[in-house]
């Protein structure tokens, strides 16, 4: 009894055997036309955009990019970069301002930590837009302001050292980048 029933699973198994390699090159198959059409997405939206390296290194750096397929998806997820660098920079600016104790500085450093506060809500509405198909262009702009506002700070005061210049341009980069990805000419 043992033995018909492992050679009748035996016998199923074989059966099934070429269903399973088909179903697996068609999972394959489509898992490369995927990354080519991505590939191809990536290569639209960089090349449209006028931060173009800064395009292609945050996309290649990040492993959701070889599932979008859509502006939508490369949306998303710049938005969400963005957040997540937002969030670290926020932290840091905090505690920069927290623990200066030149006066001057810490003045500087105060105003700039309340456009970072300000520039929590822009995010949000950025990922609002987002879903409910709003004007990212006009929302991206929004939030550059405050990082922008933090910026002239320290052109109006150039004897200050900027700890957030680094953070500050690429925050400035993924806003930017966020604009052009909407405003490239594609089908969403």
């Given at each position: 009894m ?5 050679c ?11 269903y ?19 590939n191809e997405?990536i ?14 290194k ?20 710049t ?10 920079i ?10 200066e104790?030149n006066s001057e500085?810490?003045?500087?450093y105060?105003s700039?930590?309340?456009?970072y ?6 995010l949000e ?14 929302a ?19 004897n200050?050292?900027?700890p ?7 925050l400035?980069?993924?806003?930017e980048?966020?604009?052009n990805?909407y405003l490239?000419?594609?089908q969403s």
């Amino acid at each position: 009894m043992g033995r018909s029933i492992s050679c009748s699973l035996s016998s199923s198994l074989f059966f099934l055997l070429p269903y399973i390699f088909l179903f697996s090159v068609n999972l394959f198959g489509t898992n490369l036309r995927a990354n080519h059409d991505t590939n191809e997405l990536i290569q639209k939206v960089c090349d449209f955009s006028n931060v173009q390296e800064f395009c292609y290194k945050i996309f290649e750096n990040d492993p959701r990019t070889q599932w979008a397929t859509t502006k939508f998806n490369l949306e998303d997820i710049t938005i969400q970069l963005a957040y997540s660098n937002y969030t670290k920079i926020a932290r840091k600016v905090l505690t920069i301002t927290s623990y200066e104790t030149n006066s001057e500085f810490r003045r500087i450093y105060r105003s700039c930590l309340h456009h970072y506060i300000l520039l929590r809500s822009d995010l949000e509405n950025l990922v609002h837009a987002l879903r409910f198909q709003g004007d990212l262009d006009q929302a991206a702009q929004n939030a550059s302001s405050h990082i922008l506002a933090c910026m002239n700070y320290f052109t109006q005061y150039s004897n200050i050292p900027n700890p957030f210049a680094h953070d500050n341009t690429n925050l400035v980069y993924f806003f930017e980048l966020i604009r052009n990805i909407y405003l490239t000419p594609l089908q969403s």
